[in-house]
Structure formats: structure tokens, C-alpha cells
T-cell receptor, first 115, second 110 residues
Framework: GAVVSQHPSRVICKSGTSVKIECRSLDFQATTMFWYRQFPKQSLMLMATSNEGSKATYEQGVEKDKFLINHASLTLSTLTVTSAHPEDSSFYIC???????????FGNGTRLTVT | EDQVTQSPEALRLQEGESSSLNCSYTVSGLRGLFWYRQDPGKGPEFLFTLYSAGEEKEKERLKATLTKKESFLHITAPKPEDSATYLCAVQRSGTYKYIFGTGTRLKVLA
């Protein structure tokens, strides 16, 4: 299955600053990547679908101006949390499907703490 | 509405004590049901895919089964290293989207 690398694994930032998280598909060309958010003891919530060469598709309730997604190549998608606030603190995980009828393969996540 | 419910929320087992985790789902047209293992602070790790009722998959001490309404993850003679959160997800036909349950936190005591 696809090998997914996500960086950074942890980041602490001050309120009002922006943070960029990278997700790379190391051995698979991914036209689609997914970004999830996970709160403690809760399910993975899909934030957006990242589409190579076009605009991301955001789930209902997710602010696209706050969570900027760029999928500039078949191996890299980035999520930028703009003007971060403490309530944005969470665990963000990207994933890559290695085929339409195949499982998702996940990065190791990014723990974002906004102070 | 598509929904995935996992039970129990948490489970403590003694080493060697077999048990089963449940994943009940409601989806209009199941394309696949997936089981994942997630360790603290890590992304989910893929375990199994099941596509149709009656299907079974096995890997070491784990066995996954599927019916039209639910899936079970059977853990036989678990070891402490099996301690993790086990997540179930379904994919609806015609979509790339996956719907996840909230997971079962398994703790296996030595």
C-alpha cells in the first residue's frame, strides 16, 4: 500500500500565526488526498478532499479560508492553518487512497497546539 | 444517513483472554468495510478490508468477519502489544469518502 509521510509530527504555535503541514505520498502518485482532524477519544472527521491541480473540496462546517489546502503535485498536499486559535489545537492526519476500491493509508499525524 | 457505531468503547483483557470488538454500520450501498489499528499519537494502520457479507480475513491473532449489518474483529489470545485503538470505517459505493467509528480502546494486561 501507499507509504505516506507527514511533517511536522508536532508543532506549537502562538495564537494568530499560521502553520503549514505537509503530506507526501512516497511511492504512489495520488490525485486525491484526504485531510482529517481527530479530537481525543473521538472519530476521525473528514475536513477536506485535496485534488491535484484543482481546488479542494471542503466538508460542511469547515472554513476553507482558515484551512488552506494546496495539492500542487501528485505526491504533495499541504494544509495551512491560518490565524490559528487555541480551538484549532488538534491532531491532523492526512491519508492517501491507493485506488478507488482500496483502503486509505495514513500519515503519522501532526499534533498542533496553539497557545 | 450513513453511520458507524463501535462497541465497546473500551475493553480491558488479560493476556490470553480472547474477545470480540463490534462495528455496526448503516450505509446505502457498501463498497468496503475497513479495520484499522491506531497507536497513541500515530496515524491509523490498515488491517483488513471486507467487501461482502460472509467474508472473513485473518492476520496473526486477529480475524475480521462481515455481515450485512455489522463486522466483528476477533482477537484470539491477545498479547500486551495488541493494546491500541481499533477503528472501523465504511466506504459507500460511488464515493471516495470513508466514515469512521469512534473506535474501541483495547488494553491487554500482562
Amino acid at each position: 500500500g501507499a507509504v505516506v509521510s507527514q511533517h511536522p509530527s508536532r508543532v506549537i504555535c502562538k495564537s494568530g500565526t499560521s502553520v503549514k503541514i505537509e503530506c507526501r505520498s512516497l511511492d504512489f502518485q495520488a490525485t486525491t488526498m484526504f485531510w482529517y482532524r481527530q479530537f481525543p477519544k473521538q472519530s476521525l472527521m473528514l475536513m477536506a478532499t485535496s485534488n491535484e491541480g484543482s481546488k479542494a473540496t471542503y466538508e460542511q462546517g469547515v472554513e476553507k479560508d482558515k484551512f488552506l489546502i494546496n495539492h500542487a503535485s501528485l505526491t504533495l498536499s499541504t494544509l495551512t492553518v491560518t490565524s490559528a486559535h487555541p480551538e484549532d489545537s488538534s491532531f491532523y492526519i492526512c491519508s492517501v487512497p491507493d485506488g478507488y476500491n482500496s483502503p486509505l493509508h495514513f500519515g503519522n499525524g501532526t499534533r498542533l497546539t496553539v497557545t | 444517513e450513513d453511520q458507524v457505531t463501535q462497541s465497546p468503547e473500551a475493553l480491558r483483557l488479560q493476556e490470553g483472554e480472547s474477545s470480540s470488538l463490534n462495528c455496526s454500520y448503516t450505509v446505502s450501498g457498501l463498497r468496503g468495510l475497513f479495520w484499522y489499528r491506531q497507536d497513541p499519537g500515530k496515524g491509523p494502520e490498515f488491517l483488513f478490508t471486507l467487501y461482502s457479507a460472509g467474508e472473513e480475513k485473518e492476520k496473526e491473532r486477529l480475524k475480521a468477519t462481515l455481515t450485512k449489518k455489522e463486522s466483528f474483529l476477533h482477537i484470539t489470545a491477545p498479547k500486551p502489544e495488541d493494546s491500541a485503538t481499533y477503528l472501523c470505517a465504511v466506504q459507500r459505493s460511488g464515493t471516495y469518502k470513508y466514515i469512521f467509528g469512534t473506535g474501541t480502546r483495547l488494553k491487554v494486561l500482562a
